[in-house]
């Protein structure tokens, strides 16, 4: 059975909402996943999975969180080709870059040779009830691309 691993960061606890909703999926396919607060983990942390998926909220104006910051940085030292990723993230379309954390996230993971196997979540603020069940489904087919390729 692949490894599994959800990375997050969360201010107010939106994202860190979604985390949990997500792990729920992924346990729901019947997979194992341990879950890390971004700054409690160096980022390669991610050498020893198979399979990962991480989640930040956006801070500033359309930047990652500082909690973020060095994991971003020292994944450049990374090569995670045959990684699988994805990523996801509250924000507020209040501000010009909805989200924008999440695309720089995704980016990097591209730039480091991970294959991102579904496209990235974004939710506005809380998760409502059916952001709810998306953030469930997200975990769970991630779990279900990897196993079956895995
Ligand atoms: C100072 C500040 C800057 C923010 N900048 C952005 C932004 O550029 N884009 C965005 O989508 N959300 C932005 N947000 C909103 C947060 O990302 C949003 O409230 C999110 O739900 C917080 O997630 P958390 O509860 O996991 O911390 C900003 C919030 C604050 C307080």
Redesign the pocket.
Known sequence: MPKFLVV???????????ADLIVEGIQSAGAEVDVKQSMDVDADVLLAYDAFILG????????L?DEFLDFYEDMDELDLAGKKAAVF?????????????VDLLADKLKERGAELVQESL?????PSTEDKDVCRNFGKHFAGAVISVV
């Open positions: 997050f960061a969360s201010l107010t606890g939106n994202t860190e909402e979604m930040a909220y956006t801070w500033g104006d359309g930047e969180p993230g509250s924000g507020d379309t209040a501000y010009d870059q909805f989200a924008a954390a974004k939710i506005e603020l809380n």
